[in-house]
């Protein structure tokens, strides 16, 4: 027997676990979102979330509290009677409150393998701290953050010069099935829950403005994985002269130089090294593969390397 569902999600990694849930056949009974947010060049215009649009596709009440900190919010989510709460990426804290009010509790799709990377920025830390697999959890939810007994897991491996963009948009849909299966053996009474393991716990802190500037004196490895995890948003960059201007310039792909020696045979850290925009780090160097300037869009290092006069020999700060 289907179940009466309600889902909490906004940005676009939730999009397709609630499409996947309504095509299943199970009842939404509403759908909680982040409220609409000023967008637009001037800040001006309202622009719902990605989840709330999906849900006005499907026909679903949306819901945008504040909090659902207050009794009246609470007995109004009490008041749908749903047999399950599915939340992905919502951006609330859930009261206690809350997680009681379906009658099987609330299940959250969860971007790592839990208990490494608890917290808002799961996809990004395991890239940046150069880990090389990751995968979704779906667990029951209890009042710690991201604390509760695991249900499913499907494990997804980091390729070397994955994006956390490439690795977002391959958990979304690995995500959205693993729900799909998990509200399924709930259906049949057969999900069972294991607690999670005391050792190995990480937090996966928000990504912070301080650490999207490069620094060209760290290891290559290192470098390469900070552009690798902050790619696409909030962008990893640095800056260098280009028309006898300083300029900003979003480093969103880069590869490992393999088999070069420390950087002080290679030259100064953040040097450019030859004619495809490889740059010298504290050891070894990496090559940049995809670039942006500023006010620009996303282009080719080759590409780039065309419209701007960047010489062996010339510094990124």
Not at 98 to 125: E, K, M, Y
Not at 145 to 161: A, M
Not at 184 to 201: C, H, I, M, S, Y
Request: charged residues 25%.
């Amino acid at each position: 027997m289907p179940l009466r569902v309600i889902f909490m999600g906004t940005p676009e990694f939730s999009v397709p676990t609630l499409r996947a849930i309504a095509e299943a056949g199970h009842q939404i009974a509403a759908v909680y979102t982040q409220p609409p947010r000023a967008a637009g060049r001037r800040g001006l215009e309202l622009t719902p979330s990605p989840v709330q649009r999906e849900a006005e596709r499907l026909g679903v009440e949306v819901r945008t509290p504040v909090s659902l900190k207050g009794e009246a919010e609470q007995a109004a989510l009490h008041a749908l009677e749903a047999d399950i709460a599915v939340v992905v990426a919502y951006g609330l804290l859930l009261p206690k409150a809350v997680l009681d009010a379906p009658r099987l509790g609330c299940i959250n799709g969860h971007a790592s393998l839990l208990p490494r990377w608890r917290g808002a920025a799961p996809i990004q830390r395991a890239i940046m701290a150069g880990d090389l697999e990751t995968g979704m959890m779906v667990m029951r939810m209890d009042e710690g953050l991201d604390t509760g007994p695991v249900g499913l897991v499907e494990k997804c491996g980091i390729e070397p010069d994955m994006t956390a963009g490439d690795l977002h948009d391959r958990l979304m849909s690995v995500g959205a099935a693993l729900m799909v299966e998990a509200l399924a053996r709930l259906e049949e009474n057969t999900l069972r829950f294991t607690a999670q393991a005391v050792d190995g716990v990480t937090y996966a802190r928000k990504i912070d403005k301080s650490e999207t500037h490069v620094d060209w004196t760290r290891p290559a490895a290192e470098v390469h994985n900070t552009i690798r995890g902050l790619s696409p948003f909030p962008g990893a960059w640095s800056e260098i002269d280009i028309g006898g201007r300083p300029e900003r310039l979003k480093l969103l792909r880069s590869t490992l130089s393999e088999g070069l020696p420390l950087s002080d045979d290679l030259g100064e850290s953040g040097g450019i090294l030859d004619d495809r925009l490889t740059v010298a780090c504290g050891t070894g160097a990496v090559r940049l593969v995809e670039v942006q300037r500023a006010g620009g869009r996303p282009a080719a290092a080759s590409e780039f390397l065309r419209g701007a006069k960047i010489e062996k020999g010339m510094k990124f700060s």
